[in-house]
């Protein structure tokens, strides 16, 4: 491989787990005087962007933070339910630093970096601390201590939570922290702002064009340093779990600005949530995996069994994942949990409307545990589920299917969390992370915590320190340029004067996803799906409907902008997908699995992080690498049976 396509983590040397603090001592520091000189745009305030802006902010940096959203306790954040993992042994059980770190790294089936993955575990305790302190309410024994539960892939409980509410009640903590700061002057808040560009001078990001989601205008925002925490681009598939605003417009228009995009199709699919019911359905809803912990999954032994579930003997019931796995049973990683449901509907096994279905059912636990106990852990799902579906499932067995769910792709950083464009950090569910090629649950919540509170506000004084950064102002022609150029997209949108719907492209690219670069893919297929998203992007540019204009609040607008931009990623996906000629976590090429059906990876060829360079004068995208390196355990076939 040729030397100019590799990418450099600049992971410090040494042992494992001292590599973090050498880093930190080498760290070069900005002065307590110095910091209020320095301007850092922040984008986004879910819980990376808010943890990252209130602590800067702490530190005596000047913030600007921009979310589209009107508040940032409206950020995807806000739906995490399950829990966030801690490597604090509370339970005795056996999990330490090294376990956690281990199982992340298994988890993720040797795709990620080992440094990010140990420092993860490493700081994960702290997190906890952290949101105590600042009194987020997370569940608690009997005799006081915080209490914890389990999550796929892993053998001990070290997954804390409160309720079925756990992003929400970080989140709150998390804006507490911003609040204050924003009272105190060190952070100006920006909401309804939407970046539409990343502003590059002299190779360095110094800034983004925004527009104004209530007026319509365009704003140049400068800055020493750009954060961005914009969260994932699971809505690519149109049906997802996620907030339906999420989208990957921010990350893909870095993206352009040359911003390497690592990973794009590694995509999770979760198996607990509920299924599509129609062809008009907006979205997906999680039915958390903390379910799992007293919920089985099954489906009837025989196929086409038509009978209702409370009609079906246990020894007519399959536990399809207690059988295929008997060691880790329900709480097997969602890769496979969801390669197993899918398995059980191609048998024809499928349950409800079109088989699409398998039951998650908790009435075990009920009799073992009672249903008071069942209803604290999980009340507020069982009151979603009820809500939605008109059914109680303590009554009977819930439904449940794959969705899109978690991205671990995303815009590629260094061991610093900076991108390949200097001046750009990437945090959060942003970033390609370090979950591999498939996270585990919980670990969300605990990798975006840990960017924003424990990692970025060292890594950016280094660069702060370190830079030479001249003024900039909003007449430089970089600035002037990327300017332009949000506006001639605006109304390049708005001049189409089709007669189709942003949201019916955005429909079909979902389903072509779905279809081909989802749960299974194949070359065939993945061949095929890059056709027809170029096709549907260029019937989107031929026939786009938009009504409205640019100067006024404008859904439909924002709407056409961020399918633009799904409809380029979403052949970027297929591209990169078909390249990885291998199968781990949620990469699954039919062409390549085991015997018994299982991911069948390629390390010879394929231990790396691919990441992409945007095309360029004709050019198609240029696909870097950055070679993984394990030192702590082999490169094992993982095994949860
Ligand atoms: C239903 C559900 C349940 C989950 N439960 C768990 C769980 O229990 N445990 C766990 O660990 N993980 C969970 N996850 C995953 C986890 O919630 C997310 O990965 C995480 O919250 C992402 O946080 P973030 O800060 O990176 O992004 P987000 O919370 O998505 O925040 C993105 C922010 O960026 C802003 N933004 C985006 N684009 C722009 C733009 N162009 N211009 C300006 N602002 C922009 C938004 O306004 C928002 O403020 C769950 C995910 C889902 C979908």
Not at 243 to 270: D, E, L, M, Y
Request: charged fraction near 25%; hydrophobic fraction near 40%.
């Amino acid at each position: 491989m040729a030397a100019a396509s590799v990418l450099d983590p600049r992971v410090p040397g040494g042992p494992l787990d001292t590599q973090w603090q050498r880093r930190r001592d080498e760290l070069a520091l900005v002065g307590p005087t110095r910091r209020r000189f320095h301007t850092v745009l922040v984008i986004g305030a879910g819980l990376a962007g808010a943890s990252a802006a209130a602590t800067l902010s702490e530190l005596g940096y000047r913030v600007r933070c921009l979310v589209f959203h009107d508040s940032p306790r409206r950020a995807h954040s806000v739906a995490a339910q399950g829990g966030i993992n801690a490597a604090k042994n509370y339970q005795n059980d056996g999990d330490s630093v090294a376990r956690l770190f281990h199982e992340t790294l298994e988890g993720g089936d040797f795709r990620s970096r080992e440094a990010n993955v140990y420092r993860l575990a490493e700081l994960s305790a702290r997190i906890i601390d952290h949101a105590v302190a600042q009194g987020v309410p997370f569940a608690r024994e009997y005799g006081g201590h915080l209490a914890n539960r389990s999550f796929g892939g892993t053998l001990v409980s070290r997954t804390f939570y409160a309720r079925g509410q756990t992003g929400q009640q970080l989140l709150l903590g998390a804006y507490g922290a911003l609040a204050k700061e924003e009272a105190a002057g060190g952070v100006t808040l920006l909401p309804r702002r939407e970046m539409l560009d990343l502003v590059v001078v002299d190779g360095r990001a110094r800034g983004v064009i925004a527009r104004d989601l209530v007026t319509g205008a365009l704003e140049t925002h400068l800055a020493d340093a750009v954060v961005l925490a914009t969260g994932g681009y699971a809505n690519a598939y149109y049906l997802s779990t996620n907030a339906k605003a999420s989208n990957c417009t921010a990350i893909w228009r870095a993206h352009r600005r040359g911003a390497a995009f690592a990973n794009p199709g590694f995509v999770q699919f979760h198996p607990t949530c509920l299924p599509a019911t129609s062809a008009d359905q907006a979205k997906t809803t999680l039915m958390s995996e903390s379910l799992r912990n007293d919920g089985r999954l099954w489906v009837p032994i025989r196929a086409g069994d038509a009978r209702s579930p409370q009609d079906i003997p246990e020894a007519e019931r399959d536990y399809f994942l207690e059988r295929r796995y008997p060691r880790f049973g329900n709480l097997v990683p969602r890769d496979l949990g969801s390669r197993a449901c899918k398995a059980m509907m191609e048998e024809g096994r499928g349950v409800g409307p079109g088989g699409r279905a398998v039951y998650l059912d908790v009435s075990d636990a009920a009799r073992r545990l009672g249903v008071e106990v069942l209803r604290e852990r999980y009340g507020n799902l069982f009151e979603m589920y009820q809500h939605i579906t008109g059914d109680d499932p303590l009554r009977g067995s819930m439904r449940v299917a794959p969705s899109a769910h978690y991205t671990m792709g995303g815009l590629w950083v260094d061991y610093d969390l900076m991108s390949n464009i200097p001046g750009l950090f990437v945090i959060g569910e942003a970033n390609f992370s370090d979950q591999g090629a498939n996270r585990l649950g919980a670990s969300a919540l605990m990798q975006g915590l840990a960017d924003g509170y424990f990692i970025l506000p060292y890594t950016l004084a280094d660069y702060l320190a370190g830079a030479q950064l001249p003024a900039v102002t909003e007449d430089a022609p970089e600035a002037r340029e990327a300017r332009a150029a949000v506006w001639a997209r605006v109304e390049r949108l708005l001049r189409v004067g089709g007669r189709r719907p942003a949201g019916d492209f955005h429909r079909a690219l979902g389903r072509v996803l779905w279809d081909h670069c989802g749960l299974e893919r194949s070359r065939e297929g993945l061949v095929k799906s890059m056709e027809e998203v170029a096709a549907l992007r260029e019937a989107f540019w031929e026939d786009l409907a938009l009504p409205g204009g640019a100067g006024e609040l404008n859904q439909e607008l924002e709407r056409a902008g961020r399918v633009a931009d799904f409809l380029e990623l979403g052949e970027l996906m297929c591209r990169d997908a078909l390249a990885r000629e291998e199968s781990c976590g949620c990469h699954f090429r039919t062409e390549y699995q085991t015997n018994d059906g299982e991911a069948l990876r390629n390390d010879e060829r394929f231990a790396h992080v691919a990441a992409w360079l945007p095309e360029e004068g004709g050019r198609g995208p240029e696909r870097l690498v950055e070679p993984l390196h394990f030192e702590s355990m082999a490169l094992l076939e993982r095994s949860y049976k």
